[in-house]
């Protein structure tokens, strides 16, 4: 039986992944890196796009889940400092096995179901 693997789910809707809002990042080349970055970590991981998780305000968004651990939101997601954090923290293990780092608890914003 094979672990199951840490998901990481990349909003492209209407803001996010689009030059429209952020016209300095190249977004299919950070979705390249991430989907490069889930083949080069010794954790399971896949990636996988959303036309929109309805957090726009949090543009570039992303959503890593893994099984056994609460959905961990980040945004802001627009540079590869933060990347350079996420692949620190997938190869570590991600959700349920490994700390969320300083410099991406910066970046951790509250689900669109959970705000009031």
Do not use: I, Y
């Not at 977004?27 to 390249?32: A, D, N």
């Amino acid at each position: 039986m094979s672990e199951k693997p840490v998901r990481v789910t990349v909003c492209r809707g209407c803001c996010c992944g689009t030059r429209r809002k952020h016209p300095e990042v190249d977004h299919e080349w950070q979705l390249q890196r991430l989907r490069a970055l889930a083949a080069s970590v010794r954790t399971r991981v896949e990636v996988r796009t959303s036309d929109c998780l309805d957090a726009c305000e949090h543009s570039n968004l992303l959503v890593v889940h893994a099984a056994g651990a609460k959905p961990v939101w980040l945004g802001f997601v627009l540079d590869d400092a933060v990347l350079d954090d996420l692949e620190r923290w997938l190869a570590a293990g991600g959700p349920a096995r490994a700390p969320l780092p300083d410099a991406l608890e910066l970046h951790r914003v509250t689900p669109p179901a959970q705000r009031s």
